[in-house]
């Protein structure tokens, strides 16, 4: 399974992204989706999580309300919307896979450990 993430850019402050993770392999569909992030000197940190179907979504504090995150199972592709985008969203973004099985909750979601595969990350700097 490869994992590739694109979209990042430099952008100012207020800005929109959107970046996009393709996931080879015909199971993408079943796997847990999440985004996260790092920021230079800091460690990785959860941004996004969205179920196999859709939904249930969940969100760090810090991005909640300006992030979204969606999927597309026909194209293997997951999405993080990012709007009203600040300096302190600046970071290495990844996008990661889960191939468990069942629902999980949010503490779960956010534990980098679980998931099974990683894509190299695309990097979003905003600017002031």
């Known amino acids: 399974v490869q994992l590739q993430a694109s979209g990042g850019g430099l952008v100012q402050a207020g800005d929109s992204l959107t970046l996009s993770c393709v996931v080879s392999?015909?199971?993408?569909?079943?796997?847990?989706m999440g985004w996260f992030r790092q920021a230079p000197g800091e460690e990785r940190e959860f941004v996004a999580f969205?179920?196999?179907?859709?939904?249930?979504?969940y969100y760090a504090d810090s991005v909640k309300g300006r992030f979204t995150i969606s999927r597309d199972n026909a194209k293997n592709t997951v999405y993080l919307q990012m709007n009203s985008l600040k300096p302190e969203d600046t970071a290495v973004y990844y996008c990661?896979?889960?191939?468990?099985?069942?629902?999980?909750?949010?503490?779960?979601?956010?534990?980098?450990?679980?998931?099974?595969?990683w894509g190299q990350g695309t990097l979003v700097t905003v600017s002031s």
């Open positions: 969205i179920s196999w179907s859709g939904g249930p979504t």
């Open positions: 990661a896979a889960d191939r468990t099985i069942g629902r999980i909750a949010p503490g779960q979601a956010i534990n980098a450990n679980r998931y099974d595969y």
């Open positions: 392999g015909r199971t993408f569909s079943s796997y847990k």
